[in-house]
């Protein structure tokens, strides 16, 4: 080409840019997807440290359709309990995979690790912290009389303490039968206490995760 040929500026194809945009939406993670990933990324992380992981995934529970569960509702006592978990341990930035690799002790650390794993599974969101201590999965918002709102965890655990303590806000009087297959366990209002994973009917366990938390998930109730 000489230096008096003439040169065509370079246009960006419109149609090749919208083409590009539906990729990307496309290509877009959906919530559920990057939860298991999560979780995967936990179960190999166990893996590394060369002790048991969760029951495999063919063997979960085959979990009823939420739209089959009953109306939520809740005890005055459960409204109080979890509406002061959401005040006094507010949701947080603070990172979950650093919070759970800080626990000291090593049995417990893992054990902390495969329960969020499972209740990865059995929600399909991501964790987030509230407060220091407790690792929750989606939410739940109380109106007050006044109209103001505040918001706690639908579901969560915490590893402090020699025990792990999974948060089941909407409490357990409709999960009797639940709880009598689930193994060595006790209960407050909406405090489930285990000693370990292995102590317990981990598809039980899944289970109970997993249906609580459709039931309440995203609810406003008052308090």
């Known amino acids: 080409m000489t230096e008096h040929e003439d040169r065509r500026p370079e246009h960006d194809d419109p149609d090749e840019e919208r083409d590009e945009e539906h990729d990307e939406e496309r290509h877009e993670e959906h919530p559920a997807d990057k939860a298991d990933k999560r979780a995967k990324a936990i179960r190999d992380e166990i893996v590394e440290q060369d002790v048991p992981q969760p029951m495999p995934d063919d063997d979960k529970p085959g979990y009823p359709d939420p739209d089959d569960y009953p109306q ?57 912290m ?3 201590a407790i690792v929750g999965f989606g939410s739940l918002q109380y109106r007050y009389p006044s109209g103001d ?57 899944r289970s109970l995760v997993n249906q609580s938390f459709h039931h309440v998930n ?6």
């Not at 366990?185 to 405090?191: I, L, N, P, V």
Request: proline residues 3%; aromatic residues 6%.
């Open 130 to 132: 509230w407060g220091d």
């Open 72 to 128: 939520h509702s809740l005890s005055d006592n459960q409204r109080y309990d979890a509406a002061m978990v959401g005040v006094q341990t507010p949701k947080n930035d603070a990172d979950v995979a650093e919070f759970l690799a800080a626990i000291d002790d090593h049995a417990h650390r893992v054990e902390a690790m495969k329960l969020c794993a499972l209740m990865m599974e059995a929600t399909g969101v991501e964790p987030a």
């Open 218 to 223: 995203a609810q406003t109730v008052n308090a």
């Open 149 to 205: 709102l505040s918001e706690t965890m639908a579901v969560g655990f915490s590893p402090s303490g020699r025990r792990l303590t999974v948060y089941i806000t909407e409490g357990f009087e409709r999960h009797a039968r639940t709880l009598a297959k689930l193994g060595p366990h006790t209960t407050t209002d909406d405090c489930l206490y285990i000693r370990g994973l292995d102590t317990v009917d981990q598809r039980t366990l």
